[in-house]
């Protein structure tokens, strides 16, 4: 009896012994799972870790150049190399590539220090505002029925907020257009949204109408290529008195220094260095002509020639001007060379007495009031409203800042052969443009070159052919207001409010525009920014 218990208890140590074996095996194997998997899980961390890290330094690199984007910056990219940078996360480069049709793509590679690296790209589209026509009010568009009057038609890129009614003859073309806080509507078959084979994209929150034509590449209709809900709410780059100070400042600096053209040329302000001594000044080889300022009155004998203001120098609130300038009929002011070709175009004999004076030199603001051509160079800043009296032609680069309405009597535009062909091209090839800023009204009165009014809007390139009234840069802090019947604005109109109470008026921007703009231009340098397809990896 006792040899069988001993028997069953070396049974039972065999059994023990096996099952604290088959525990032990267990252990084992769960504990060399669970390092497999607590060592897989920590790679996986921290590949997840570093490639977070790579993400953030590819979107921070991504929404830095984003945040300060421009043209000319993404055209520096793309010909002398990426954007490069670092943060905390890593590195980044960012490329850019020009999609066509104010489309661009940036795409952000980061690298974690490890190695790691991630991609995300953003395609958007952007236009800068000097490259659009502008009418930022709350119902921008006013006319009887918050429409263009007759066969007014928008060319190019344009921004307004309210209802946009298309009225019969009517056409918004080339693009992109934006509306927002409004439907647009059509109120005649007989209008052209976009064309056949060039449609245009539309951005608005409200109403769009569908697409519907005759496709015949001639006919009316509806053309949209693309339609986006969504409408970024922009403002009117706002003007401060700040600003109108640093701009008055600027014309009174420039007023001792000649820097109109191309090449440096003599000293052609003042004899001794100062503004003051310019009323004075005889012109070289001269002898029976004293050259003037704009400002007649003798209290303005003093002051810096680019500067039209109170003798003090003190300016003026915003908007309160009391120091008008006309110019155009009011006789001829600066100098400028004798008949020479400069800049590829023939330009008018001095002033009687200026014989010998330097051909092709001229101040940066002078006027001939014989031959109507304006000459102006940087800024000149007028503290009171601004009248340009009659027609004229200006020649270089420069803006007029006015603290006070603005009326244009005459057309305004580039000086031109009378023999070229497309007079827009003698102003672009030698990159002249005129900027006239008010934070107050504007007032267009000349009219008559729009010969689009009844004929097709088909053919767009023909369109960018025609001879304008007003042809620069124009900035309007209160209304734009379009007083004649067939007029054609070339360029840049930037506006709080547009009225239009005439028939045929035809706004076409130049996409040149933008690459020699005049300074003391209020936006200049930023843009519309819309974001499309984002993508990682």
């Given at each position: 009896?006792f ?9 039972d140590?065999?059994?023990?012994l ?5 525990v ?14 607590a ?9 997840v ?15 830095l ?18 954007e ?5 996360d890593?590195?980044y480069v ?22 790691a ?17 502008f ?22 890129p ?12 009517m ?14 509507s059509?109120?005649?078959t ?6 056949y ?5 539309v ?6 109408p569908?697409n ?17 809900r969504?409408?970024?709410?922009i ?11 640093e ?5 009174k600096?420039e ?14 302000e003042?004899?001794?260095?100062h503004?003051t ?12 002509w004293?050259?003037r ?6 209290a ?9 203001g109170d ?16 110019i ?10 004798s008949t020479?070709?400069?800049?590829g ?19 940066d ?57 497309n ?9 002249w ?5 008010t ?10 070159n ?25 900035y309007?802090g209160?209304?734009a ?11 840049t ?6 009225k ?8 076409i ?10 300074d003391s231009?209020?936006g ?5 920014l ?6 990682r990896?």
């Amino acid at each position: 009896m006792f040899t069988k218990l001993k028997r069953l208890h070396r049974d039972d140590e065999g059994v023990a012994l096996l099952t604290v074996l088959g525990v032990m095996l267990v252990i084992t194997v769960l504990a060399i799972g669970s390092y497999a998997l607590a060592t897989q899980a920590l790679h996986e961390s921290v590949r997840v870790e570093n490639e977070t890290q790579a993400f953030r330094a590819a979107s921070s690199g991504l929404e830095l150049v984003l945040s300060t984007f421009s043209e000319s910056g993404a055209q520096a990219m793309m010909e002398s190399g990426p954007e490069t940078g670092s943060t905390p996360d890593g590195t980044y480069v960012v490329t850019a590539e020009d999609l066509g049709n104010s489309e661009w793509r940036l795409t952000s590679v980061g690298t974690q220090t490890d190695g790691a690296t991630e991609t995300v790209r953003q395609q958007f589209y952007f236009i800068d505002l000097w490259k659009m026509n502008f009418s930022a009010g709350s119902s921008s568009l006013m006319s009887g029925s918050s429409a263009l009057n007759g066969t007014s038609s928008i060319v190019g890129p344009f921004y307004m907020k309210g209802d946009l009614n298309i009225q019969a003859n009517m056409a918004v073309i080339e693009g992109p257009l934006f509306v927002k806080n409004g439907d647009i509507s059509l109120k005649n078959t007989n209008i052209w949204l976009g064309l056949y084979g060039q449609p245009i994209k539309v951005y608005c929150d409200k109403a769009i109408p569908e697409n519907e034509g005759n496709g015949s590449g001639k006919g009316t209709g509806v053309y949209i290529s693309h339609r986006i809900r969504s409408v970024p709410d922009i403002t009117l780059p706002a003007i401060t008195q700040e600003m109108l100070e640093e701009w008055a400042t600027t014309a009174k600096n420039e007023s001792i220094d000649n820097i109109m053209g191309r090449t440096a040329v003599a000293n052609l302000e003042s004899s001794d260095g100062h503004a003051t001594s310019y009323v004075t000044m005889q012109p070289p080889s001269t002898t029976t002509w004293t050259r003037r300022k704009a400002q007649t009155a003798v209290a303005a004998a003093s002051l810096p020639y680019k500067f039209i203001g109170d003798p003090s120098g003190v300016i003026q609130t915003i908007g309160n001007g009391a120091t008008p300038l006309t110019i155009g009929g009011t006789g001829s002011f600066g100098a400028w060379g004798s008949t020479t070709t400069t800049d590829g175009v023939s330009l008018a004999a001095g002033p009687p007495g200026s014989t010998g004076y330097p051909a092709g030199q001229r101040d940066d603001f002078a006027y001939d009031d014989t031959a109507k051509i304006l000459y102006i160079h940087g800024t000149v800043f007028v503290d009171g409203p601004l009248t340009i009296a009659q027609n004229i032609k200006y020649v270089g680069n420069g803006t007029i800042v006015a603290n006070g309405d603005v009326t244009l009597n005459g057309s305004i535009v580039p000086y031109y052969t009378d023999a070229i062909a497309n007079k827009n091209i003698q102003g672009e090839n030698n990159r002249w443009a005129l900027g006239i800023v008010t934070p107050g009204d504007t007032n267009f009165n000349a009219g008559g070159n729009n010969p689009m009014a009844g004929t097709s809007a088909s053919d767009r390139e023909s369109l960018r052919e025609l001879a304008a009234d007003y042809a620069g840069a124009f900035y309007v802090g209160g209304t734009a207001y379009f007083n004649n019947n067939n007029m054609l604005i070339r360029g840049t109109v930037l506006s709080s409010q547009m009225k239009f109470d005439k028939n045929n008026n035809l706004l076409i921007t130049n996409p040149l525009l933008p690459t020699y703009l005049p300074d003391s231009l209020p936006g200049a340098g930023t843009g519309l920014l819309t974001p499309g397809l984002w993508s990682r990896g």
